[in-house]
């Protein structure tokens, strides 16, 4: 079965309903992007009128965190993941739509293979930036993934 956008929404809104309550949508995922949006609105802002840091968390983990899923579901093994690491910089004050967007579907794959034939655990860094709708940048966000086949 092959992860779409629509799938994604679905879950989230069973799974992770404090983001699907937010916003937060998936618009596009193939083997190496991702890109999800999420738009300012009064339940996910904070005191100074723009979008909660958390909520800008959440789309970009799940940024990510979707392109893992589809990597792991491809490989047809039983792989646990988890965020180990993260940290992130914000750089403009998040109104209006914002799209996260990570381009490191490309990087799973290693950590991928490599845990398969060894059994041991692997770690990745991703990353994933958040823009406004005039391009700019409004955060970035950086998660350390571990990677680890099931017993």
């Known amino acids: 079965m092959r992860l779409t956008p629509s799938k994604l929404n679905t ?9 699907y309550l937010c916003g ?26 723009s979008m909660f840091w958390a909520v800008q968390g959440m789309a970009a983990e799940l940024s990510t965190g979707a392109l893992m899923i589809g990597k792991i579901q491809e490989s047809g093994k ?14 403009k004050k998040a109104t209006g739509k914002i799209t996260f967007t990570c381009n490191d579907g490309h990087l799973i794959d290693h ?35 571990s990677v680890k086949v099931k017993q």
């Open 78 to 91: 039983r792989i646990s993941m988890l965020v180990t690491s993260n940290n992130a910089t914000f750089t």
């Open 24 to 49: 937060v949508r998936v618009k596009h995922l193939d083997d190496t992007i991702c890109k999800i949006t999420v738009k300012h609105r009064w339940i996910n802002q904070n005191p100074f009128k």
């Open 11 to 19: 879950f989230s809104m069973l799974k992770l309903p404090s983001a």
């Open 111 to 145: 950590a991928l293979k490599k845990t398969i034939a060894t059994g041991q655990g692997q770690t990745l860094w991703m990353k994933s930036v958040g823009v406004n709708e005039d391009g700019v940048a409004v955060s970035t966000f950086n998660f350390e993934w």
